[in-house]
């Protein structure tokens, strides 16, 4: 039995970036103690750095996604294979613009959202009038006159 019963999230992003911001951490607190600019301006930069660094190497699948994970994926020097996609809840992923919408292959987004509405007029007819009235889209029956369109205020 392992000493370590948890992930503990162990990654070469990880380290990396702890390695550069404690560096320009340092930098930072020098210049504060020196009441020195350039020195303040080098610690911010540095850490910006470590910032970019740890967001890069994330990207590139050398960081791990939030939450649980298996035990197989636990050392160090596992690539995480999911990084192309994006890990779903992933702050860096989504800024990266990755994992926001998932559309089926061969759907645009209008034509996923079109599906989107009629699987929930399929489930609950009461869910799909919300949904209609929430997008400002009003259902017409079948035979039955589309109401006027309203007046412009202009």
Do not use: N
Request: with cysteine; hydrophobic share 40%; glycine share 14%.
């Amino acid at each position: 039995m392992s000493a370590h019963q948890y992930d503990e999230g162990h990654t070469v992003a990880g380290w990396t970036g702890f390695g550069i911001a404690s560096l320009g951490t340092t930098v930072l607190g020098l210049g504060l103690c020196l009441v020195s600019a350039p020195l303040l301006a080098a610690g911010i930069t540095i850490d910006v750095v470590a910032l970019l660094t740890t967001w890069a190497l994330h990207l590139t699948g050398w960081g791990k996604p939030p939450g649980r994970r298996s035990r197989e994926q636990w050392g160090m020097r596992v690539r995480d294979t999911g990084a192309r996609v994006g890990h779903p809840g992933c702050v860096g992923c989504r800024l990266a613009g990755r994992g926001v919408r998932r559309t089926a292959v061969g759907m645009t987004p209008a034509k996923s959202s079109e599906a989107a509405k009629s699987s929930v007029a399929a489930k609950a007819p009461e869910a799909a009038e919300q949904a209609a009235a929430a997008s400002g889209v009003m259902p017409v029956s079948a035979g039955e006159a589309e109401p006027a369109a309203a007046p412009s205020g202009g």
